[in-house]
């Protein structure tokens, strides 16, 4: 754990260490967040692997949703198609 003042304005500087853990460069976007009393610092890649594999428990990697998705905007549009 790293202690550290903030400063003026609620400024904090994220350590080192930290920057190098979460591959945080100059100018990248964090995320914060705020649990029962818990601030936690992330970042758009690390959310979006763990939506990833929110979704990859329910849905087998043979699977792919995004050619799922095509077919039935396909099949969507050839039901319109046939009853024009």
Do not use: H
């Not at 920057?19 to 959310?47: E, M, P, S």
Request: aromatic share 2%.
């Amino acid at each position: 754990m790293i202690s550290m003042k903030m400063s003026e304005g609620g400024r904090v500087v994220i350590p080192v260490e930290i920057r190098r853990k979460l591959a945080l460069n100059d100018g990248d976007t964090v995320l914060w967040d705020c649990k029962d009393g818990v601030a936690t610092l992330t970042t758009r890649l690390a959310q979006l692997r763990e939506a990833q594999a929110m979704v990859r428990r329910y849905v087998p990697k043979s699977v792919s949703l995004v050619d799922e998705l095509i077919a039935d905007r396909r099949a969507e549009n050839a039901a319109e198609e046939a009853q024009s």
